[in-house]
């Protein structure tokens, strides 16, 4: 293996990983795998990084020993990660960009249109203030009693491009009164990124597009995924999640979904991916739902969004097969390791602290008491590991035999970590 990265990554962390690796695959790894930095932190794209670099591609090309076996892995796949690519003579493993549309809020919408799987009401192609107020109209017009709505950028990521227009107590839909107060709702929505100001929001929507679609709302409500691998022979469901959710933004995932709605929403995503493999997609790609109870008990299931990439939830998926040997099995909505116990984990890529920088990587492995892995798989795999002295923030994947199991495991990590983090921060303080 060939893994390219901005910055070097340090010693400890590989060893930390590659001590992951089952007994019978941790001989030799070290001698098969080749890391090669362009020792740049620029937050410009990586692949950008390396096309600027024939030097460095053609280190690259050298550390790669079966060419004709060899592919390139991207995160996302844009024009760059496909040119280098053809800089590299690999196949790229990802959705090749002319395919972007499907994966953006409109796209999304129109497809599941076309396969029949339920979504929201709601509008694609606004990009302009008064764009958003005729499309509320026109909502109000189906659905007069409509309570919220929510836009959306075509291009959002995890929430951060949503804004929530409350639409209660408005006068009637079709009055003379009703666009100035609809006018009046959109200039003071809510957005959900407490950075980004409205004329900020409505000029990214004019630049790239989004939609008005209603808010769902129900006594209890969840936000599950489904996750596929995409290829010219079809779609394979790899697993399903519950997300975690804080004001409405993604900042971490249970697996599996709850079996309850999971062979559901499991349908409806391979009808979706089907589509997406007719298209010429392949490689990871994860629908996003909305789940509400109804009265009965029984869960309603509504598509959000294609996310035509890798995402939050795909390394926690990674180590889980690793460490476990096993598979998931979408008919069961179960993940089973290679003993045939089933196995959850919760994890995050949000576990913050200012503490937590003051603690780094060293300070981590040194805790005699750290979150650490048992020989059957179960507890702590940390990823992120980077970002701890320079963010104060780390991820975790938390594995248990049970739900209760994994979410105990989590919060008794979380505590662990942020202890010694405060502690190490206040020996700090005293020495200063």
């Keep these: 293996m060939v893994y390219v990265t901005s910055n070097p990554v340090a010693d400890e962390i590989v060893d930390y990983y590659l001590d992951l690796l089952p007994k019978r695959l941790r001989r030799g790894a070290r001698e098969r795998l080749t890391m090669i930095s362009a020792d740049d932190p620029s937050l410009r794209p990586l692949s950008a990084k390396l096309l600027e670099r024939p030097t460095l591609l053609t280190r690259i090309r050298w550390a790669i020993e079966d060419h004709e076996d060899a592919y390139l892995v991207p995160y996302v796949c844009t024009e760059l990660e496909y040119a280098l690519g053809k800089e590299l003579d690999l196949p790229v493993q990802g959705a090749d960009p002319a395919l972007a549309y499907l994966g953006t809020k409109s796209g999304g919408r129109e497809l599941f249109a076309r396969v029949g799987?339920?979504?929201?009401?709601?509008?694609?192609?606004?990009?302009?203030?008064?764009?958003?107020?005729?499309?509320?109209?026109?909502?109000?017009?189906?659905?007069?009693?409509?309570?919220?709505?929510?836009?959306?950028?075509?291009?959002g990521v995890s929430g951060e491009g949503n804004a929530i227009v409350e639409l209660r107590g408005l006068p009637r839909a079709g009055t003379r009164p009703e666009l100035a107060k609809i006018a009046e709702r959109v200039d003071a929505m809510r957005l959900q990124a407490v950075n980004v100001a409205p004329h900020e929001y409505f000029e990214r929507l004019e630049r790239g597009g989004g939609?008005?679609?209603?808010?769902?709302?129900?006594?209890?409500?969840?936000s599950p995924s489904v996750q596929l691998e995409l290829s010219p022979t079809g779609t394979q469901v790899v697993s399903t999640h519950d997300q975690i959710l804080s004001d409405d933004m993604c900042v971490g995932c249970r697996f599996p979904a709850e079996p309850a709605y999971a062979r559901a929403i499991t349908e409806a995503a391979e009808r979706i991916g089907a589509e997406l493999v007719a298209a010429g997609a392949i490689g990871r790609a994860a629908i996003d739902f909305i789940v509400a109870r109804n009265r009965s008990g029984s869960w309603s299931a509504y598509a959000i969004?294609?996310?035509l990439r890798k995402g939050a939830t795909t390394h926690p998926l990674y180590a889980l097969e690793l460490v476990t040997g096993g598979t998931y099995d979408a008919d069961a909505a179960t993940f089973r390791a290679a003993d045939g116990s089933t196995r959850h984990y919760v994890a995050t890529d949000y576990l913050a602290s200012p503490c937590l920088s003051a603690l780094g990587n060293g300070a981590l492995f040194a805790l005699a008491d750290r979150p650490r892995l048992d020989p059957d798989g179960c507890g702590v795999v940390f990823h992120m590991l980077s970002a701890l002295t320079e963010l104060g923030r780390i991820g975790m994947t938390v594995i248990g035999r049970t739900a209760s199991d994994a979410q105990e495991r989590f919060e008794l990590a979380q505590s662990i970590l942020l202890h010694a983090a405060a502690n190490v921060e206040s020996e700090v303080a005293v020495v200063a």
């Design 117 to 155: 799987v339920a979504h929201p009401l709601g509008i694609e192609h606004v990009y302009t203030r008064a764009d958003v107020i005729a499309a509320i109209a026109r909502l109000r017009a189906v659905r007069p009693r409509l309570g919220q709505v929510v836009v959306k950028l075509d291009d």
């Design 211 to 222: 939609i008005v679609e209603e808010r769902i709302v129900a006594r209890e409500l969840r």
């Design 305 to 307: 969004e294609i996310n």
